[in-house]
């Protein structure tokens, strides 16, 4: 469940918040409760990561799809 405030993270805010998250779990010194606390947001950071991850890659994919498009179209006009 990804709050609304996880949403709003960008992807460089989200990988920096998930770079500290994993700091502090390889750190140590945390009570139980509160390395999962810890590890719940890292895998919700990860998720929100993700998302742009595969956002990103659907928005290239298209481009590259238009522009093969737009290549053999001009190609089928000569």
Do not use: F, N
Request: charged fraction near 40%; include cysteine; charge should be negative.
């Amino acid at each position: 469940m990804t709050s609304r405030t996880d949403e709003a993270l960008g992807y460089e805010q989200a990988r920096d918040e998930l770079i500290e998250v994993v700091r502090r779990l390889e750190a140590g010194g945390t009570t139980l409760e509160e390395s999962l606390a810890l590890w719940e947001r890292g895998e919700e950071l990860a998720k929100v990561c993700r998302r742009w991850l595969e956002g990103a890659r659907a928005r290239l994919d298209a481009a590259l799809a238009e522009e093969e498009g737009e290549g053999s179209e001009g190609a089928a006009d000569e």
